[in-house]
């Protein structure tokens, strides 16, 4: 692991005028210990008096990728925004309510809620021998989608421990993508339990097409591609958009506005 | 007969944390949740907060909730308007949600025709 996100908040510092929370410090020197540092020089985010803290930290971040370019790891890693750390109920708020509701979103975006600590990549530690839920979306549907299902996160309803590494909507051209990181794609009780769970809190009609993909499936997936064909936060897209080759086959084609 | 009954061994309950109330708005909206959170003590998964989906919705209208967090990137189309829309400008600066999602937790869960 190296902090390369630190280096991007820094090439991006111009843009965040008011931006306390990325100080430049381009001269650190890269050292195995710079995750540690980072922790450690980061503000904690802490809940404050009357509020209600979170079980855990959580960090909102948005992505964006210019259509017609290659989404390359670096492109993703250039393109992916922390938008803030958040403690408790009402920090989490503050943010939410600044922030635009993915289904107003345009183009090729994407919000990711993670865990304090968790990049939203497949490469994190946290991340990488896990996986991923997958909900496809008729337009119209995901904001509403989303909040339900950041709400159940962040009020740990999915009751799996510390399996929940955080979630994803991804804005397209004609369809929207939730999904929701778990660690241990080995799991099948804790994967079972995060599917029914997600059945209960986005009230998901029962014929409703969930797929689960690991993370190691994605990242060999996007090797048989070529390198850096697509956006590490979602593995199948790339595919659909080069010609409908999806590996996710028919699955794919069942859900939601073929069905409406 | 066993003579080597296994013993579990004895573990303290997990420390307590201490939640302020300062206000009756902070006090758990039923009984069977606990100030600052339903506080599962000793289920598997050891102690865990958790929030159901209105309580959190009602939070959205606290003081805090509605002051703008410091440092908050400004990234246009999604943290500040893109455009002079009013529309999107009006939503921005009253921090309320769209109007689908301004609602205050106690409608029922849409039906999703998937």
Known sequence: ?260 | MSTDCQKTTAKAIPSTRRVTVNDAEHMPHDYCTTPGGTLFSTTPGGTRIIYDRKFLLERRSSPVAKTPPRGLPNIPGVTSPTTKDPIKKELLNNNVASPESSHTGDDAQFEMDI
Request: hydrophobic share 30%.
């Open chain 1, 1 to 260: 692991m190296n902090n390369k996100f630190d280096a991007l908040k820094d090439d991006d510092s111009g843009d965040h005028d008011q931006d306390p929370g990325s100080p430049k410090d381009g001269e650190k020197e890269k050292s195995e210990d710079e995750d540690k540092e980072q922790n450690a020089r980061r503000k904690m985010a802490v809940p404050g008096a009357g509020e209600h803290p979170l079980q855990f930290n959580y960090s909102l971040w948005y992505s964006r990728r210019t259509p017609g370019r290659p989404a390359s790891t670096q492109s993703y890693e250039q393109n992916i925004r922390q938008i803030g750390t958040f403690a408790s109920v009402e920090q989490f708020w503050r943010f939410y309510s600044h922030m635009i509701r993915p289904g107003d979103l345009t183009g090729h975006s994407d919000f990711h809620l993670f865990k304090d600590g968790i990049k939203p990549m497949w490469e994190d530690d946290a991340n990488k021998m896990g996986g991923k839920w997958i909900i496809r979306l008729r337009k119209g549907l995901a904001s509403r989608c989303w909040e339900n299902l950041i709400l159940a996160i962040l009020g740990e309803q999915f009751m799996v421990g510390e399996e929940i590494c955080g979630a994803v909507v991804s804005v397209r051209f004609q369809e929207d993508i939730l999904s929701i990181w778990n660690k241990t794609a080995s799991d099948q009780a804790t994967t079972a339990r995060i599917r029914d769970t997600l059945r209960r809190v986005l009230n998901l009609p029962p014929n409703t097409i969930m797929e689960y993909k690991t993370h190691t499936d994605s990242i060999k997936y996007r090797r048989t591609l070529g390198p850096h064909t697509e956006n590490l936060s979602e593995g199948v897209r790339i595919c659909n958009e080069s010609g409908g080759n999806d590996e996710s086959g028919e699955g794919y084609l069942c859900v939601d506005w073929h069905c409406v």
